[in-house]
């Protein structure tokens, strides 16, 4: 069975810092992933989304980026973080399949930025 | 673009009541999901509606898909605590991409 893992569960950063986050999926290949953040009481914002290694595609303009070094990882960045860069940040995943986009959730990291 | 749009946005229900929430899509989806979100976690697939007509139902849950009306339905049956959460619906856009709606908020209260 595919599982899906975030890392870490959750972080404080100072406005300014760099940001690292890690999701990885197991049981499956060629998977399409996708980052989404959620501000606090509101809807999810797609971010970034990615069909294959080194293939990332943004929706959002903003101080993020994203990376796929391998096939089942996709990682989240920023060189400095803002204020309005706190929310829970999820990572999901979908077949690569034709028709196959229902989409698999990880369990989250909830960002603080103070 | 796709736009989805979920009412209520919150809402309070009595145990043992029915209620419907709703989620209108402005364009065609040729399928429409269903996920629920417990407070402080991730987001759980709860249906997948594939055609127009399709119904699915899970214990008290049960969702719908009308495409000509660009409606879904997700009809709660004698509403207990634990189905409290946050639900959404998404609809897939350009790219195969989900749109989800702003979501719902359920409190059952005994």
């Known amino acids: 069975s595919q599982t899906i893992h975030q890392w870490p569960a959750t972080l404080v950063q100072p406005v300014g810092s760099p940001l690292s986050l890690e999701c990885t999926v197991e049981g499956t290949s060629n998977p399409n992933l996708y980052w989404y953040r959620q501000a606090a009481g509101r809807g999810l914002q797609l971010l970034f989304y990615?069909?294959?290694?080194?293939?990332i595609s943004s929706e959002v303009p903003q101080n993020l980026s994203a990376s796929r070094p391998q096939d089942r990882q996709f990682i989240l960045s920023s060189k400095k973080l803002l204020l309005s860069d706190s929310g829970f940040y999820l990572c999901a995943w979908s077949s690569g399949l034709a028709g196959g986009n229902e989409q698999f959730f990880g369990p989250g990291t909830r960002l603080t930025v103070l | 673009e796709l736009k989805v749009e979920q009412n209520p946005l919150f809402l309070s229900m009595q145990e043992g009541k029915n209620y419907t929430i709703y989620c209108n899509y402005s364009?065609?989806?040729?399928?429409l999901y269903w996920y629920r979100q417990d407070p402080g976690k991730s987001l759980e697939s709860l249906f997948v509606?594939?055609?127009?007509?399709a119904v699915k139902q899970e214990g008290r849950l049960m969702a719908s898909l009308d495409t000509k009306a660009r409606l879904s339905t997700l009809h709660i049956t004698a509403a207990v605590h634990d189905l409290s959460a946050t639900y959404f619906c998404?609809?897939?856009?350009?790219?195969?991409?989900?749109?989800f709606g702003a979501g719902t908020i359920l409190r059952v209260k005994s």
């Open positions: 509606l594939l055609s127009n007509g």
């Open positions: 364009t065609t989806s040729d399928r």
């Open positions: 990615s069909v294959g290694i080194g293939q």
């Open positions: 998404a609809g897939r856009g350009y790219g195969n991409k989900l749109v």
